[in-house]
T-cell receptor, first 111, second 116 residues
Framework: RKEVEQDPGPFNVPEGATVAFNCTYS??????FFWYRQDCRKEPKLLMS???SGNEDGRFTAQLNRASQYISLLIRDSKLSDSATYLC????????????FGRGTSLIVHP | SAVISQKPSRDICQRGTSLTIQCQVD?????MFWYRQQPGQSLTLIAT?????????ESGFVIDKFPISRPNLTFSTLTVSNMSPEDSSIYLC?????????????FGSGTRLTVV
């Protein structure tokens, strides 16, 4: 089983739609969690950290479910500019905090 | 957050040759990371480069194939040696930002390598 798993998609949604992605992780001792965004032919950029209590940043909401070992990203009122690949990132236990990246979920928002 | 300048942005190389990728950071950082991202795949950590010591390589990556230099706290290079078409990939350097445990990672713009 892979350490971090994501549905690669693509998720194809109209503008204004709400879309959610999940990411599961295998190591229950994982310590911190993130969502990154990667545009085509660009480097990944941090979108948001995922806190235990859940957190929101504008149209984006991230949730952590430790019992079921998954994190989620909800995007409300999708924009064309949200089209990208969303990478789930998990910091494994241990002092080095080396991140493990999921394969990413592709989102296409169409007019 | 840190700003990373990575070059070259892309290259097409003959098999059997070597390519050195450079990353310059605008601030001093203890650790720099080198990743590979193959088409349609996630990022795979190649090695962690610390200033003043040997790089730490992940399983499946060896120093002879991917020698790394870290001469100071703002600069690192990764060499892809004796290249084959299987080495065609995007190579990214990265530095850590933020604090425990919510480290974030800033990436260079990547080097798109094609080996022919």
């Amino acid at each position: 089983r892979k350490e971090v798993e994501q549905d690669p998609g693509p998720f194809n949604v109209p503008e204004g739609a709400t879309v959610a992605f999940n990411c599961t992780y295998s190591n229950s001792a994982s310590q911190s969690f993130f969502w990154y965004r990667q545009d085509c032919r660009k480097e990944p950029k941090l979108l948001m950290s995922v806190y235990s209590s859940g957190n929101e940043d504008g149209r984006f909401t991230a949730q952590l479910n430790r019992a079921s070992q998954y994190i989620s990203l909800l995007i409300r009122d999708s924009k064309l500019s949200d089209s990208a690949t969303y990478l789930c990132v998990v910091n494994l236990p241990g002092g080095s905090y080396i991140p493990t990246f999921g394969r990413g979920t592709s989102l296409i928002v169409h007019p | 957050s840190a700003v990373i300048s990575q070059k070259p942005s892309r290259d097409i190389c003959q098999r059997g040759t070597s390519l050195t990728i450079q990353c310059q950071v605008d601030s001093q950082v203890t650790m720099m990371f080198w990743y590979r991202q193959q088409p349609g795949q996630s990022l795979t950590l190649i090695a962690t480069a610390n200033q003043g010591s040997e790089a730490t390589y992940e399983s499946g990556f060896v120093i002879d194939k991917f020698p790394i230099s870290r001469p100071n706290l703002t600069f690192s290079t990764l060499t892809v040696s004796n290249m084959s078409p299987e080495d065609s990939s995007i190579y990214l350097c990265s530095v850590r930002t933020g604090g425990i445990p919510y480290y974030g990672y800033t990436f260079g713009s990547g080097t798109r390598l094609t080996v022919v």
